[in-house]
Structures are given as C-alpha cells and as structure tokens.
C-alpha cells in the first residue's frame, strides 16, 4: 500500500472512532438527565372540588320532610346549580368579613285576595368548616324574639331530641313558632302567627363539607300563611375537602305567601325587617 493511501485510512478510522465516542456520551447524557428527572420526588395538585356542581348532584336525592322542590330551583335545575347559586357563591367569596347583602327577589300582591309572595336570599362567608355550621343551635339564631318601631316578633325554637330521624343523612329537627304584630298605619294593629319545623340534613354521605336546612310551615289551614320556607345551603368555600381546611359559604332563601290584610306596603317593609334581623342573627352565629 502506498504511504498516501495508508495515512487515508488511518484518518477515517480516527473519524469514525471519533463519532461513536460523542454518540456514546451524548447516550449517556440523556440517559442521565432522564434517571435525574425520574427520581425527583412527585408532588401531588392540590384537590379542586366544584362544590356547587357536587351539592346539586346529591341535594336533590335526599329524602326531606317537606316539599322544597319550588325553592330548591333557586339553586339546582336537574342535578346542574344555577347563575343564581353561582352568583351569589361569587359574591360571598368576595365580600369582606361581615359583609354581605339582603337581596328582595319578588314581592308580589293579589289586591283580590290580599295575599302577598315574597323571595329573599342573602350569602355570607364564615371562617369555620360547614362541619361546624351544622352543629351550631341555627333555629335558635332564626327564631328570635326581637322589636323595633314598626313590629314585634315573639319567636322561640325547642330541639326534638328524641325525634326519630328519617334516614343516616337527617341529623335534627327543631319545633319553631312565631308571633308576629305588626304596627300599621292609622293606629292599626296587624297580628300573624305560625308554626314551623326545621330539619337538618348532611348532603352527601361521608362528606361533612356540604349541609342542608330547611324549614317548612306544619300549620294546618294557617289563616295567615300559605306558605313559608326557609333553606340554608351550606358547603365548604373551596379551600379543602374533608382535611379541616378552609371555611364555609352559606346561602339562605325565604318564601313566605301570606295575607297582608290589605296592607301590602306595609307587609313588604315588614317581611323586609324580619329577614334581616335573621341575616344579621345567623351571621353573627356563624362568625366564629
């Protein structure tokens, strides 16, 4: 072989050796930045739960005492939560500690009959877990005695403690009465009363994030109601699930029918009072 063509060879033989040197190396880099990445330690996300979409998947299955089903739209429409659940979730969340808002969603008046309907929701945030919302005296925060300028309301609450409960998921029931004077124009005087039960209900089995009152009228032919509901949507606000985490929103609607013996203006302002002295009465229970 000539000298010129040995020296060919050996240069391409260097080459090559060359290459499959980088190859190699660069193998093994990857393999080693690969095993680095493996063996970092995972870290789980945190849990996201979509509690207005959870309450109305299991709220409408429970078995009530009562008949809701008219109120319960207000929050969930075939197992899915309403713009009106969401909205006021999103108001709560926002709201500064203490504040929230009294909201009249309808007062209507039949001039023929002298009945008057009314809906009134508010929301507020608290910062205990909805575990302990359901164990606060809530009836005792609704049925309060209380006066101002314009009526007086004699209201008391007993818990029925031996009360045989409906199911796993009814927790307690409570015996509520109200009487009602209303002072009127003119030096008139408009008188009311009523009998309620409110009944405590988890929403989901093994799930202590989410609660359900309500309180229905258990008068029979009442003169002066016709209707009267009051529900308490509770659920935690997002911040954990079952793990002591995070506080809770709750959310409340009234529905009275009721007659307003020709004074409906003074029906509106009346009811009005009454549900804002509830607000302030639960919220101030619920706080701490």
Request: net charge negative.
């Amino acid at each position: 072989m000539k000298t010129s063509q040995a020296v060919m060879v050996l240069l391409a033989l260097s080459v090559s050796h060359c290459k499959k040197s980088e190859s190699s190396a660069s193998t093994e880099s990857d393999n080693s930045t690969a095993v680095s990445e493996d063996e970092k330690p995972a870290v789980d996300a945190p849990t996201v739960i979509d509690y207005p979409k959870l309450y109305c998947e299991n709220v409408e299955k429970l078995k009530l005492r009562s008949d809701v089903k008219e109120e319960l739209k207000f929050f969930c429409i075939n197992g899915k939560p309403t713009k009106d659940f969401l909205d006021f979730r999103k108001d709560a969340l926002a709201q500064a500690p203490g504040g929230y808002k009294l909201q009249l969603l309808q007062a209507q008046h039949d001039p023929d009959s002298d009945r008057s309907e009314f809906l009134i929701a508010w929301a507020f945030h608290v910062p205990i877990r909805p575990f302990e919302v359901k164990s606060r005296p809530i009836y005792e925060y609704v049925a309060q005695s209380f006066t101002s300028d314009a009526i007086d309301v004699k209201a008391g609450a007993t818990r029925r403690m031996d009360d045989p409960l409906d199911s796993g998921l009814h927790l307690w029931s409570a015996d509520m009465s109200y009487d009602l004077t209303i002072k009127g124009t003119q030096g008139l005087t408009l008188t009311s009363q009523r009998k309620t039960q409110y009944n405590l209900y988890q929403v989901q089995s093994g799930n202590e994030e989410m609660g359900f009152g309500v309180e229905h009228l258990t008068d029979v032919d009442n003169p002066n109601y016709s209707r009267s509901v009051m529900l308490n949507v509770s659920f935690n606000d997002g911040s954990g699930y079952n793990d002591g985490k995070g506080g809770a929103v709750v959310i409340t609607l009234l529905h009275f029918v009721l007659s307003n013996q020709g004074f409906p203006a003074t029906a509106t302002k009346s009811i009005q009072e009454i549900a804002q002295h509830a607000a302030d009465s639960m919220y101030n229970g619920l706080k701490e």
